[in-house]
């Protein structure tokens, strides 16, 4: 397994990097003037400076990515957007497919508004031949607002949320905070539909504690999850118009008949009903995402790196759609490609994967199952298609890596300190990339897809810093990288497979 994608990697970086006209890194001599101390012009001579460029066209395109993705709902949404420009067609998962696959189509579908699955039909395909996959996620660790959220203490109104994920709490403190997700709401005719809504102004914060109230601070920041990550919203002064609110009883029973108007802070089912043009009292439910309002950004000195919250996944999950539609150029290739391409972005990956949209769920396998036994051109396959198609397989688990920390370098096993600009990261055993014996590690939905479908699979991911921080970093020449693998793979994995003999 491993060695498919090292072959193709090797392709990658043969063909499509030290060919190239250009160095990798692009270094010129020192400053060119006159200066009047001549040691320190022999200084700048042995020391040549790295020309400083913008970021590739890649990066920034994650950066448009991100920065219209605060939620898993709006990430499916931005991939939507991109595969509909690249000429995908939606079709919905519970109707028929039959009469409407054919050979050099390209679909998608998705599940929930949070996953999605989007595939390309070879020209060559037929049933029982392989898939060319890979699997990321949309989500990332945040506080969710909770299902009854109103609070109040000392004067401030604020929001009950609740932790979703393992994320890096401590980070989510002093940030300009707003809110992203997805909204019910009952139309004029008695419909219910779902919305998405993004707020994009600071509304919430969770402020720290001065450290002249806390002098033990300075030793170890420890809080409670329950009573110090509560977000405030407003104070009760500015929020005092007319009859004050109803407070609620503690009792969930009793607060289950209760509006939702009333089972939150009046200014934010304001706030909300502004965003989404709907009464209040129109609202009828809605899961929401706290997110930092600080943009994702090209920084460093160089523009090598990327800032930015939510890179574990969606970074991932970007040079997985970038890298089909870019694999899809050339028509002759899918023409030329006896498998079917695809990719799939699941849900609830940070808490575990098992739900209707994660990758425990059905998704990928009944995917697989339909296109194995659907009809191409009045081709169609046998009872055995399915199964036969498993075998013939493969599948990239994209999601992020830990780079090297230039203050914890103790952190890696020494002989395997991933660092970036270098490309992906193969992780090589079960749980992540290998690590020293005394370290744990992270999961991803690699191994479940594996055991649940029996199929060939390697982990791969970008590196990065700060993983599950409200703010991580990641470095900008690695998304060009990704997605150039990742396009060849779709393209040539078929052909390699063909000269491994694995059984």
């Known amino acids: 397994m491993v060695m498919a994608v090292r072959l193709l990697a090797a392709r990658v970086f043969s063909r499509r990097v030290l060919s190239t006209s250009r160095p990798l890194w692009n270094v010129r001599r020192g400053p060119e003037f006159v200066h009047e101390d001549r040691f320190m012009e022999d200084a700048f001579a042995c020391f040549p400076l790295t020309e400083i460029k913008p970021a ?16 898993p709902f709006h990430a ?6 991109r595969l509909r420009k690249a000429g995908f067609q939606e079709i919905k998962e519970k109707e028929s497919w039959n009469g409407i696959l054919k050979r050099n189509g390209k679909y998608f579908f998705t599940r929930n508004k949070s996953s999605i699955v989007a595939f390309a039909v070879g020209g060559k395909y037929k049933p029982g031949n392989g898939f060319s996959a890979i699997g990321a996620h949309t989500d990332s660790p945040c506080p969710k607002i909770k299902p009854v959220s109103k609070k109040e203490k000392v004067g401030y109104l604020q929001v009950g949320v609740q932790l979703y994920g393992g994320g890096l709490w401590h980070t989510w403190f002093d940030r300009d905070l707003s809110i992203a997700g997805r909204v019910v709401v009952e139309t004029a005719a008695g419909k219910l539909e779902n919305r998405l809504a993004r707020i994009d102004r600071p509304i919430l914060r969770i402020p720290s504690l001065a450290i002249h109230l806390d002098t033990s601070v300075a030793e170890s920041f420890k809080f409670n999850n329950e009573t110090h990550l509560t977000p405030i919203i407003s104070t009760v002064t500015k929020s005092l118009t007319g009859e004050p609110p109803k407070s ?3 009792d969930t029973d009793i607060n289950g008949d209760i509006p939702l108007s009333e089972k939150h802070q009046p200014i934010l089912m304001q ?9 209040v009292d129109k609202i009828m439910d809605f899961e929401l995402c706290l997110y930092d309002t600080q943009p994702s950004a090209i920084g460093g000195a160089y523009n090598e790196f990327i800032f930015s919250g939510r890179l574990d996944n969606l970074m991932m999950s970007y040079c997985s759609i970038q890298g089909l539609i870019r694999s899809l150029e050339s028509a002759e290739s899918l023409a030329n490609d006896p498998n079917i391409r695809l990719i799939s972005l699941f849900d609830n990956e940070e808490v575990g994967s098992v739900s209707a949209h994660g990758a425990d769920s059905d998704l990928l396998p009944s995917t697989f199952e339909r296109l194995s ?19 013939k397989s493969f599948l990239i688990s994209a999601d992020m890596a830990h780079a090297v920390h230039p203050n914890y370098p103790e952190k890696h096993e020494e002989n395997l300190r991933p660092h970036m600009h270098k490309g992906v990261v193969i992780k090589v055993n079960a749980n992540q990339f290998a690590v020293r014996n005394d370290m744990p590690c992270g999961s991803t939905i690699g191994p479940a897809l594996s055991a649940k479908l029996g199929l ?43 000269r491994l003999t694995v059984d």
């Open 56 to 71: 590739s066209i890649e990066a920034q395109g994650f950066i448009e990515f991100v920065n219209q993705a605060q939620s």
């Open 76 to 81: 499916v949404e931005q991939a939507s957007i």
């Open 248 to 250: 609620l009883k503690p």
């Open 271 to 279: 706030l909300l009903s502004k965003e989404l043009n709907v009464p």
């Open 373 to 391: 036994l659907a009809t191409y051109d009045n081709d169609s396959g046998t009872s055995t298609a399915y199964l036969e198609a498993l075998s």
């Open 456 to 498: 060939r699979t390697i982990d791969v991911g970008n590196p990065q810093l700060s993983m599950h921080s409200c703010r991580e970093v990641c470095g900008t020449e690695d998304v060009a990288l990704a997605i150039t693998l990742f396009e060849d793979y779709f393209e040539e994995f078929p052909s390699v497979d063909a």
